[in-house]
């Protein structure tokens, strides 16, 4: 089972699941730009998630990014709202 930079199983995102994506690595991977790339070329754009997760060198957002819940979660991928909300208010 792959995980994305988000946290998330790949097998729940919407992207894998249409076959859209074919799953996604950490942001600090040494596979993350290849995989920035495919995504471009595929997709027609990154994934926020993950572009900002490799910029950044965290490996999963939920897990080692300490601005976690962030605006790029914010804008609706993979959380949702009420979900990062919980944390935001620890």
């Known amino acids: ?51 900002c997760a490799f910029k950044n060198k965290i490996g999963y957002c939920l897990k080692d990014c300490n601005k976690f819940p962030c605006e790029v979660l914010y804008q609706g991928f993979p959380y949702s709202k009420g979900f990062l909300d919980i944390f935001k208010k620890r």
Do not use: H, R, W
């Open 1 to 51: 089972m792959k995980a994305g930079a988000c946290g998330i199983a790949c097998e729940v995102c919407g992207y894998f699941v249409k076959g859209i994506c074919d799953g996604c690595v950490a942001g600090n991977d040494e596979g993350a730009s290849k995989k920035l790339e495919t995504q471009k070329a595929k997709l027609g754009f990154n994934c926020p998630v993950l572009e």
